[in-house]
């Protein structure tokens, strides 16, 4: 039997993407004493490495410090529940080999799928997702300091992904629910 690098790619990411949302519904990250509580969203986060390999990051920024480039630290990454490892990397680190071994290697996704750009559009145009104590999906509420909702999506979320080939795969996440789909495979 044939492996479809690509189908693998969009199931692994589809998948993860997922999981994001389940934190965000079964860990309530809201503190309406703190205008900066938006912050603490869980989110997925896409991003390059040095080298421009790519890479995706889980977490929530639980102290509301924006410490990293993701504004999350390795401690308040979502764990890998195959491993234990952290869903963590930093952007100016390499990750041509996959990881320095603390860390969960399907993070990886130019070593692990070929993957060699993302892009967003639709109603998240950075590189990044979170999800509300509801699951509703937010784009931009990295920096908020004012807990209005203003950064819940109102449209279609489409990140598409670039393979070594050039083939590409796009995964929407639709406004108000947060549905996540491969397009294309609406059974997805």
Same mark, same amino acid.
């Given at each position: 039997?044939?492996?479809?690098?690509?189908?693998?790619?969009?199931?692994?990411?589809?998948?993860?993407?997922?999981?994001?949302?389940?934190?965000?519904?079964?860990?309530?990250?809201?503190?309406?004493?703190?205008?900066?509580?938006?912050?603490?969203?869980?989110? %997925?986060?896409?991003? /390059?490495? !040095? &080298? @421009?390999?790519?890479?995706?990051? *889980? =977490?929530? $920024?639980?102290?509301?410090?924006?410490?990293?480039?993701?504004?999350?630290?390795?401690?308040?990454?979502?764990?890998?529940?195959?491993?234990?490892?952290?869903?963590?990397?930093?952007?100016?680190?390499?990750?041509?080999?996959?990881?320095?071994?603390?860390?969960?290697?399907?993070?990886?996704?130019?070593?692990?799928?070929? %993957?060699?750009?993302? /892009?967003? !559009? &639709? @109603?998240?145009?950075?590189?990044? *997702? =979170?999800? $509300?104590?509801?699951?509703?999906?937010?784009?931009?509420?990295?920096?908020?300091?004012?807990?209005?909702?203003?950064?819940?999506?109102?449209?279609?979320?489409?990140?598409?992904?670039?393979?070594?080939?050039?083939?590409?795969?796009?995964?929407?996440?639709?406004?108000?629910?947060?549905?996540?789909?491969?397009?294309?495979?609406?059974?997805?």
């Amino acid at each position: 039997m044939e492996n479809d690098h690509k189908q693998n790619a969009a199931d692994s990411i589809l998948t993860h993407i997922r999981y994001t949302q389940h934190l965000a519904l079964t860990d309530n990250k809201h503190l309406f004493d703190n205008p900066k509580w938006q912050q603490r969203f869980w989110r %997925i986060v896409f991003s /390059t490495c !040095s &080298g @421009g390999k790519q890479y995706f990051m *889980i =977490g929530s $920024d639980d102290d509301m410090t924006s410490s990293t480039n993701a504004s999350f630290t390795k401690e308040e990454a979502a764990t890998d529940p195959s491993t234990g490892k952290p869903y963590f990397w930093t952007n100016s680190a390499n990750c041509d080999t996959g990881g320095d071994g603390t860390v969960s290697k399907d993070i990886f996704l130019t070593k692990k799928f070929g %993957i060699t750009a993302i /892009t967003a !559009s &639709g @109603g998240c145009t950075a590189k990044h *997702i =979170g999800f $509300d104590n509801t699951g509703r999906p937010h784009s931009g509420f990295t920096s908020s300091t004012s807990p209005n909702y203003a950064n819940i999506i109102t449209s279609v979320c489409t990140f598409t992904f670039t393979l070594s080939d050039n083939d590409t795969f796009a995964i929407t996440i639709q406004p108000e629910t947060g549905y996540a789909q491969i397009v294309g495979q609406d059974d997805s």
